[in-house]
């Protein structure tokens, strides 16, 4: 039986297999293009947020002004998690707070009277996906009850650049445990640690991950902005589900130390936030070279400290988009909110080859997944051991160990088939290995996105992100037909940007802009005029359920 350690820092949402809570929420309107959907359930809304929908443009200037404070703001969302996500739709998106939030904002605020600002990330609230270290009060467990109390010996690069910049940070956010990496039949967004992550815009419909809290305390206004981490889709689907923006960039641009890992091929963090502009200020800060990170070493000449220098409302003038219209999956509805966005990039300007179909047979489940085993067994032991004598467990073998004798507890819903089929894998140096990398990344670089982009002479490859979001099932797990076009950037290691397309029934779909290595700039002024031409972004409703 497990050794309840006490957590260290504020438990939000502990507790493995946790009853979902009675929500309060709002009617909603039956419009298939707005927030809310025919026949919700009806309630009585969480009561309105001074904050809400407030960008870091507008936080900035309340606190130029004397009229905010850092303390203020880090106030304000700290009531706000204590208002939605463990009260009223009880969301569970945030598994501990920062103790220290609040001092540190007190010495921003000294700072800013004595010096001015840092950037514009001084004093802005940031909350982080529980796999990305923090050395400070909290912990770093990505869901898992086997690393509880595990305080890493330093911050991720992620974290200590946003520190840098002046960013506090708030909070610790739920997720998919392991980054939906332990077992078949698992749901999205549940996790030992903070139970199961509810979707704002109907509670009993699934957050999508492996970033669902991230993606959830965005869209609820529980933060300012949120950082999740990408393998395979897990900052695009949860940011397409949540109706908000998410960039998952080129492999490099932002340092992966200090993130518990899956993938040294395709693991990236990234911005996930409620605006274009907002996660393009978050971008830029965390970029550099880390000598922790090799990856990081080509991104020198390639990174910018300021991406929102390529923002453009009229960035559509001009550009040629490539339709991707071979993802299968995707419902009529879906597609017919694609075709009115394929229709206004038309009309702001652009050029639209269509369609602009990628090939698939680089990026079937078999190839993909046999390298994301083989690099999860050596990715995380080496970051088990990094954490040095102090951590609770020491091996992926350890952990799986740990997950048998404390069943109840970590496995109440689902088991842990991907775990023991990493630890089944042999080194780096196996062939089987070797050749599936080289296949999957040329099949999704060179003869992928690259080809089919050289072919039209393209600046971005537009599809739909990711189908809606199902219900959440803890019998038989995620509902994951719904489609996605998230596999090839992913694989590739290239970037890929969602922003919301609008909504069918009251749910939210995205629009994603993916293309090359490093073409973070040409793919945010597209999403960006995108967004402007359009403005599908809503806050959530909190329905209950939708009829």
């Known amino acids: 039986m497990i050794d309840r350690r006490r957590f260290i820092g504020t438990s939000i949402a502990g507790g493995a297999a946790a009853a979902l809570g009675t929500s309060a929420c709002a009617p909603d309107s039956p419009d298939r293009g707005t927030a809310g959907g025919a026949g919700g359930a009806g309630g009585t809304q969480p009561g309105a947020f001074e904050l809400d929908e407030a960008t870091v443009a507008d936080l900035q200037a309340a606190m130029e002004s004397g009229e905010r404070s850092a303390r203020s703001i880090t106030q304000l969302y700290l009531d706000r998690i204590a208002a939605l996500d463990r009260q009223g739709p009880e969301l569970r998106s945030v598994i501990e707070t920062n103790p220290e939030a609040l ?6 605020d000294e700072e800013r009277r004595a010096n001015g600002p840092r950037g514009p990330l001084h004093g802005i609230p940031v909350a982080l996906k529980d796999n990305l270290d923090t050395h400070d009060r909290m912990t770093t467990t990505a869901g898992s009850l086997a690393l509880e ?28 445990e392991w980054a939906y ?33 991230s993606g959830v305390a965005a869209s609820a206004n529980l933060s300012a902005l949120t950082v999740g981490t990408e393998t395979g889709g897990s900052i695009m689907c949860p940011s397409s589900t949540n109706g908000i923006v998410g960039i998952k960039p080129t492999v490099g ?40 990170d090799p990856a ?21 003038q001009g550009v040629r988009i490539g339709v991707a219209r071979s993802f299968s999956g995707f419902a009529p509805e879906v597609w ?18 269509d369609p602009a179909n990628l090939p698939d047979a680089a990026w079937n489940d078999e190839q993909p997944l046999l390298v994301l085993e083989y690099e999860f067994k ?69 003869d992928g996105i690259d080809a089919l982009m050289d072919e039209h002479d393209l600046d971005a490859i537009v599809a739909p992100t990711r189908g809606l979001a199902w219900k959440t099932d803890h019998i038989l797990g995620d509902s994951l037909g719904g489609g996605s076009s998230a596999g090839p950037a992913a694989i590739a290691g290239y970037p890929d940007i969602t922003v919301p397309m609008g909504f069918v029934s009251g749910l939210p779909a995205g629009v994603s802009f993916f293309g090359r290595r490093w073409s973070e700039p040409a793919l945010l002024r597209i999403a960006y005029a995108y967004e402007q031409a359009t403005n599908h972004r809503a806050a959530p409703t909190f329905a209950e359920t939708l009829g």
Not at 185 to 209: E, F, I, K, T, V
Not at 336 to 353: I, K, N, P, S, W
């Open 296 to 316: 990081t070493a080509a991104s020198e000449g390639n990174s910018h400290a300021d991406y929102t220098q390529f923002l453009d409302a009229g960035g559509l």
């Open 103 to 108: 001092e540190i904002a007190d010495q921003l």
């Open 378 to 446: 050596a990715n995380l032991n080496a970051y088990l051991a990094s954490l040095g004598p102090s951590a609770p467990v020491k091996t992926l073998a350890e952990v799986i160990d740990f997950n048998e004798r404390n069943a109840e507890l970590e496995m109440p819903h689902f088991g842990q088939q991907r775990l023991t089929a990493s630890e089944a894998r042999g080194p780096l140096t196996d062939q089987v290995y070797l050749d599936a990398v080289e296949s999957i990344q040329r099949g999704n670089r060179e």
């Open 336 to 353: 017919e909110l694609f075709d009115e966005a394929v229709d206004a990039m038309r009309e702001a300007g652009a050029t639209l080859v």
């Open 149 to 176: 109390g595990s305080i890493p010996p330093q911050d991720s690069f992620v974290a200590q650049r946003l520190r840098e910049a002046g960013a506090i940070i708030l909070a610790k956010l739920n997720m998919s």
């Open 181 to 213: 990496f332990r077992g078949e039949r698992a749901s999205s967004g549940w996790s030992a640690r903070g139970g199961q992550c509810r979707m704002p815009y109907a509670l009993d419909r699934n957050p999508c991950g492996s970033s669902s809290g």
């Open 253 to 292: 641009l932002w340092s992966r130390s200090g993130i518990i890992p899956i993938s040294h091929s395709q693991d990236t963090a990234g911005p996930m936030c409620r605006t274009v502009r907002d996660a393009a200020v978050l971008l830029g800060p965390v970029t550099g070279v880390d000598p922790r």
